[in-house]
């Protein structure tokens, strides 16, 4: 803490604004902004929540979040990255509701993105309930104590640093994810290979033949094809679509950069989401997911196996890399979530012109309102989660990057303005994607104990882009500036 202090204080900027908090005012290597994207992408969900389905489900889950998923991002990173730089530098967004208000010429759209940018409140909470599963397991605390002091802490920096102290700090939490998953994934070397006659997947198949297959159709989340593979593709092509991933390119200064800034930012993402192998290691430590005779809950599987796992100086160690990996994303949260609140719900409906406070102290006092959200929203998922904080968050973020999906991919590869595209398509997202998750419209959702975010996503992205499209092509209009 003393050092991420340090470097927002080193960071920070006199005469601040709302610009210069959103996007920074240094000029940072290609080098730094990967450390800081690759982080912000890969959070306490890759490294402690993901990693817990894995122990749970077996190869069906990696295939989910270690295989398809991580092509997706990757191949949506190269693809939308450069074309929403381009367009985004020009017209000096801040956000992602800024970028589509702009490039439709719609204050609609963007006090729409501004108010769906709520839902991304639901990921602050899966990052803080995964930090404070793993330090009050390591710590022997008070679960609401620690959620408190995790909550109060970052939010304080956050505010007093921005964008410019969130790329210093994502580094160092970056380098530091670096060492510990190295470590983590070295930790299982002996179920890698053959002990005593036995591999990995034997040893899997004798505590669960399910663990083993493709598709493990006894499980809530990764039952067949369509399930694993092209849900979870669609899902991670759409999941770069969010604020804190997009703006990310906006911090480099210089065009040529970006290349190697994409290719810096693929080659750590690789050792980060090959992460959630762990949760193969932790099954096969905790074959009936018990540990000091109780039971364990899926988001406690992967902090047990820490604690139990290492020594307590590398023990240590793991922790603060895990801590790390959790704080990258939400510090990237904390800084885009009340921006968009500011700057494209409150500011347009107040007028920007209006004489009052000024923005960025608006601004803190939504950062405020949003610090408070998440504790009571983290505590209801300590007590009472569906299975997992995962499924919650899922179900608020694939919400929103279902809606941001149409509006990001037309506004970059076309050259209309015609604002019914994305707002319809947006809508329509929306409302897919919560009405087959809450009126469980599919065979998949009927009777479910346990929904799968991702199937609502899916149909939604799905439907969404049918719609758009149609917009498109019966109800052309004159093309952007960008087209120029």
Same mark, same amino acid.
């Given at each position: 803490m003393g050092v991420l202090f340090y470097l927002v204080i080193k960071s920070r900027i006199k005469n601040e604004s709302i610009e210069t908090y959103a996007l920074g005012s240094k000029s940072f290597s290609s080098f730094s902004v990967a450390l800081s994207l690759a982080a912000s992408l890969t959070s306490a969900a890759t490294f402690i929540i993901n990693p817990g389905f894995i122990a749970l489900y077996g190869f069906s889950a990696y295939l989910t979040f270690g295989v398809v998923m991580p092509l997706s991002i990757f191949v949506a990173l190269i693809i939308l990255m450069k074309r929403f730089r381009q367009y985004g530098i020009n017209v000096k967004s801040l956000t992602i509701a800024d970028w589509v208000g702009k490039r439709y010429g719609s204050t609609f759209l963007k006090i729409l993105f501004g108010f769906l940018s709520t839902l991304l409140i639901t990921f602050i909470v899966l990052i803080c309930v995964g930090i404070t599963k793993v330090l009050s397991k390591a710590l022997d605390a008070d679960e609401l104590t620690i959620l408190i002091i995790l909550v109060v802490v970052v939010f304080s920096y956050m505010i007093a640093g921005g964008a410019n102290s969130m790329v210093y700090t994502n580094s160092l939490q970056a380098v530091m994810m670096i060492a510990v998953a190295v470590i983590l994934l070295g930790s299982g070397a002996e179920y890698l290979y053959n002990t005593g006659g036995e591999g990995i997947i034997a040893r899997l198949a004798k505590i669960d033949p399910n663990l083993t297959k493709t598709f493990n159709t006894e499980s809530p989340l990764f039952r067949d094809f369509f399930e694993v593979v092209i849900c979870n593709a669609i899902v991670g092509i759409a999941i770069v679509c969010q604020p804190h991933i997009?703006?990310?390119?906006?911090?480099?200064?210089?065009?040529?950069?970006?290349?190697?800034?994409?290719?810096?930012?693929?080659?750590?993402?690789?050792?980060?989401?090959?992460?959630?192998?762990?949760?193969?290691?932790?099954?096969?430590?905790?074959?009936?997911?018990?540990?000091?005779?109780?039971?364990?809950?899926?988001?406690?599987?992967?902090?047990?196996? =820490? !604690?139990?796992? /290492?020594? %307590? +100086?590398?023990?240590? @160690?793991?922790?603060?890399?895990?801590? &790390?990996?959790?704080?990258?994303t939400l510090e990237g949260l904390i800084q885009a979530i009340p921006t968009t609140l500011t700057n494209d719900l409150i500011l347009p409906i107040l007028g920007r012109h209006k004489k009052g406070i000024p923005a960025i102290q608006i601004n803190w006092i939504v950062t405020f309102i949003v610090a408070i959200a998440a504790i009571v929203l983290s505590y209801q998922q300590l007590v009472s989660p569906s299975l997992s904080v995962g499924i919650f968050a899922q179900n608020g973020v694939y919400a929103f990057f279902s809606a941001a999906f149409v509006p990001v991919f037309f506004g970059i590869f076309t050259k209309t303005n015609n604002p019914y595209v994305p707002i319809v398509a947006s809508l329509v997202? =929306? !409302?897919?994607? /919560?009405? %087959? +998750?809450?009126?469980? @419209?599919?065979?998949?959702?009927?009777? &479910?104990?346990?929904?799968?975010?991702?199937?609502?996503?899916?149909?939604?992205?799905?439907?969404?882009?049918?719609?758009?499209?149609?917009?498109?092509?019966?109800?052309?209009?004159?093309?952007?500036a960008y087209a120029t």
């Open positions: 997009l703006t990310k390119s906006l911090l480099i200064k210089k065009d040529a950069q970006v290349n190697r800034f994409l290719a810096y930012s693929i080659l750590i993402l690789i050792v980060f989401f090959s992460v959630v192998i762990t949760g193969f290691y932790a099954r096969l430590s905790f074959p009936d997911l018990l540990y000091n005779n109780e039971l364990l809950k899926m988001d406690g599987i992967i902090p047990a196996y =820490v !604690v139990d796992r /290492f020594p %307590i +100086y590398i023990g240590i @160690l793991v922790i603060l890399g895990l801590i &790390a990996a959790g704080l990258s997202a =929306v !409302v897919t994607h /919560f009405g %087959i +998750y809450y009126l469980e @419209l599919t065979p998949y959702m009927e009777g &479910a104990t346990v929904k799968n975010p991702a199937i609502a996503s899916a149909i939604a992205l799905i439907v969404s882009t049918t719609v758009g499209t149609l917009i498109y092509v019966v109800k052309p209009m004159k093309v952007s």
